[in-house]
T-cell receptor
Framework: DAMVIQNPRYQVTQFGKPVTLSCSQT?????MYWYQQKSSQAPKLLFH???????NEADTPDNFQSRRPNTSFCFLDIRSPGLGDAAMYLC?????????FGPGTRLTVT | DQQVKQNSPSLSVQEGRISILNCDYT??????FLWYKKYPAEGPTFLIS?????DKNEDGRFTVFLNKSAKHLSLHIVPSQPGDSAVYFC????????????FGKGTKLTVNP
């Protein structure tokens, strides 16, 4: 089945220790997104790629970076996680219609 | 500054009855609206959408209504089933597609048997 896969599903990192979350897709969609969702809040767009074209949201902290080495994979790098970065991180893809989401990675910062 | 608002955090409905989930938006540039459904431990899944050129879109038990003058949309589920119990997110896009979505905070729907 075509899908959006996120690994790991649960990630624990220490305060200040860099962490990378990964997303892959088998849908061959040209757009990939990263969202942050905190408890009882709306998913908040961090950035998205249109093919290799990176689009950062104006209010996304510099602490958050992303890489898309090819169509299938996209990574979210948090350079120095703070306690406030604990959240669910959702990856999504789009081929021009609705967005398809992965199951998310729950990040805990200790 | 929330551009998409779902003012009811939760809704409880009896099985077989109608569920009505509401959503308001402030940005008049939004022209495409979507509803997503989310079960625990899963990502949101697309449910139904509507373009601003329409005022109603129907798909089986799910109907979305759009009132542009009031900047309001609603999702009707009839009849409601226990399997519909989930968090429902309203989302809006500036474009005709969904390149960038702005989400509401969600409404948790519980359908009681």
């Amino acid at each position: 089945d075509a899908m959006v896969i996120q690994n790991p599903r649960y990630q624990v990192t220490q305060f200040g220790k860099p962490v990378t979350l990964s997303c892959s897709q088998t849908l061959n969609h040209n757009v990939m997104y990263w969202y942050q969702q905190k408890s009882s809040q709306a998913p908040k767009l961090l950035f998205h790629y249109y093919d290799k074209d990176f689009n950062n949201e104006a209010d996304t902290p510099d602490n958050f970076q992303s890489r898309r080495p090819n169509t299938s994979f996209c990574f979210l790098d948090i350079r120095s996680p703070g306690l406030g970065d604990a959240a669910m991180y959702l990856c999504a893809t789009s081929g021009g219609g609705e967005q398809y989401f992965g199951p998310g990675t729950r990040l805990t910062v200790t | 500054d929330q551009q998409v608002k779902q003012n009811s955090p939760s809704l409880s409905v009896q099985e077989g009855r109608i569920s009505i989930l509401n959503c308001d938006y402030t940005n008049s540039m939004f022209d495409y609206f979507l509803w997503y459904k989310k079960y625990p431990a899963e990502g949101p899944t697309f449910l139904i959408s509507i373009s601003s050129i329409k005022d109603k879109n129907e798909d089986g038990r799910f109907t979305v209504f759009l009132n542009k003058s009031a900047k309001h949309l609603s999702l009707h589920i009839v009849p409601s089933q226990p399997g519909d119990s989930a968090v429902y997110f309203c989302a809006a896009s500036v474009w005709g597609g969904s390149e960038k979505l702005v989400f509401g905070k969600g409404t948790k729907l519980t359908v009681n048997p």
